[in-house]
């Protein structure tokens, strides 16, 4: 019940592209959601995050779209950059909690 | 304002030794959480502290201990070291109350022999 599924992987997308990550989720107490970018040698930095009372959110080139009752969430990267190129994070807490649950990350590679 | 920093950035022990590592908050930040990140694994929560008390743990044992300083620096001790404990070990902070946005330091590699 405390998982946070993260699909795919790794991924290639091509420069200009759009990059999709996915994860599911199954603790319903869960109420806040971001997405963490890190770079090698780098701790995760916030990019993007998310509450369950709206169903998309977009910073720039960076959207997160929600779905409360599929329990699923993610990441959409529009015109993909070769700088975009990290390894991405989603995680999942509730309100007042403690503990941050990690997705197991996706390696995104933005060929030029 | 600082960010949060580790020390060291590196480490080697080996099986069964001692090991501290330390963790300076973001100015203004009363809470601070341990992480470790394994290889190509997403951080694990180890525990949380706030205001010098441990505020809730992850499901790792009781040799993996902390402390929080009244700066709010905070130590996190690993006692008996063991193989799998070599990681990236993450340390961040967050102002209790204001949201959950966690800064994160850059991490203390550790390599267990």
């Known amino acids: 019940q405390q998982q946070v599924k993260q699909s795919p992987q790794s991924l290639i997308v091509q420069k200009g592209g759009i990059s999709i990550i996915n994860c599911a989720y199954e603790?319903?107490?869960?109420?806040?959601f971001p997405w963490y970018q890190q770079f090698p040698g780098k701790g995760p930095a916030l990019l993007i995050a998310i509450r369950p009372d709206v169903s998309e959110k977009k910073e720039g080139r960076f959207t997160i779209s929600f779905n409360k009752s599929a329990k699923q969430f993610s990441l959409h990267i529009m015109d993909s950059q070769p700088g975009d190129s990290a390894t991405y994070f989603c995680?999942?807490?509730?309100?007042?909690?403690?503990?941050?649950?990690f997705g197991a990350g996706t390696r995104l590679f933005v060929k030029a | 304002e600082t960010g949060v920093t580790q020390s060291p950035t590196h480490l080697i022990k080996t099986r069964g030794q001692q090991v501290t590592l330390r963790c300076s908050s973001q100015?203004?930040?009363?809470?601070v959480s341990w992480y470790q990140q394994a290889l190509g694994q997403g951080p694990q929560f180890i525990f949380q502290y706030y205001r010098e008390e441990e505020n809730g743990r992850g499901n790792f044992p009781p040799r993996f201990s902390g402390l929080q300083f009244p700066n709010y620096s905070s130590e996190l001790n690993v006692n008996a070291l063991e193989l799998d404990d070599s990681a990236l070990y993450l340390c961040?902070?967050?102002?209790?109350?204001?949201?959950?946005?966690?800064?994160f330091g850059p991490g203390t590699r550790l390599l267990v022999l």
């Open positions: 961040a902070s967050s102002l209790q109350g204001v949201g959950e946005t966690q800064y």
């Open positions: 995680a999942a807490s509730d309100t007042g909690g403690f503990k941050t649950i």
């Open positions: 100015s203004g930040h009363n809470t």
């Open positions: 603790n319903t107490a869960f109420d806040y």
